[in-house]
């Protein structure tokens, strides 16, 4: 199995700043990263697909990047609704996982 | 537009077989271009492949999971299932069911059902 880090668990951040999320693969996936927001109570919703692109109807100030083993989700101006758990999710191997999350808080 | 909606038991008891089943209204079941599968989130924690399939094509399962689990489908009924065999408490979660698109060259699930909580208990 291709195992999926993210770093951190957990954070807290203001409305208006830049947050950065990190997610590390235990092998190369190329671009086969998809990242999610799972708002309490709620299903995920798909945000980034294949590293970088923004899915349809997703705000701009998500965003991705990275390749290889090394990815990043960045939110710009963080927004009080931006309150949520965020994972990653490999699709390179036919085994799909996730990373564990990271939790978003507003201070 | 694609609806997903699990159904089935909240609860089963330990040993016992887990089956839930998923009805999708506004698309195709037996269409080759995307993947049908469940995914599951226990209380408090992380999300949890399960398993998924390609119309006509192969069925994938979480390795760790792979001898108790099976995934069918009904295209009449326009529904797939999942099996899980010999529960234990461990199972206990909320359970997903989920369609899988290619975008970009790669896979990515774009809809999810709303989530049905099965609870493993005597």
């Known amino acids: 199995d291709i195992q999926m880090t993210q770093s951190p668990s957990s954070l807290s951040a203001s409305v208006g700043d830049r947050v950065t999320i990190t997610c590390r693969a235990s092998?190369?996936?190329?671009?086969?990263l998809n990242w999610y927001q799972q708002k309490p109570g709620k299903a995920p919703k798909l945000l980034i697909y294949?590293?970088?692109s923004l899915q349809s109807g997703v705000p701009s100030r998500f965003s991705g990047s990275g390749s290889g083993t090394d990815f990043t989700l960045t939110i710009n101006k963080l927004q009080p609704e931006d309150l949520a758990t965020y994972y990653c999710?490999?699709?390179?191997?036919?085994?799909?996982?996730f990373g564990q999350g990271t939790k978003v808080e507003i201070k | 537009q694609l609806q997903l909606q699990e159904s089935g038991p909240g609860l089963v008891k330990p040993s016992e077989t887990l089956s839930l089943t998923c009805t999708v209204s506004?698309?195709?079941?037996?269409?080759?271009?995307?993947?049908w599968g469940w995914i599951r989130q226990p209380p408090g924690k992380g999300l949890e492949w399960i398993g998924n399939?390609?119309?006509?094509?192969?069925?994938y399962y979480n390795p760790s999971l792979k001898s108790r689990v099976t995934l069918s489908v009904d295209t009449s009924k326009k529904q797939f299932s999942l099996k899980l065999t010999s529960v234990t408490a461990a199972d206990t979660a909320v359970y997903y069911c989920?369609?899988?698109?290619?975008?970009?060259?790669?896979?990515?699930?774009?809809?999810w059902g709303q989530g049905t909580l099965v609870t493993v208990s005597s």
């Open positions: 294949t590293a970088s």
């Open positions: 999710q490999q699709t390179y191997s036919t085994s799909w996982t």
């Open positions: 506004g698309d195709s079941i037996n269409s080759n271009t995307y993947y």
């Open positions: 399939f390609h119309y006509g094509g192969t069925t």
């Open positions: 989920a369609r899988g698109v290619s975008q970009g060259g790669s896979y990515q699930i774009d809809s």
């Open positions: 092998q190369s996936i190329s671009s086969y």
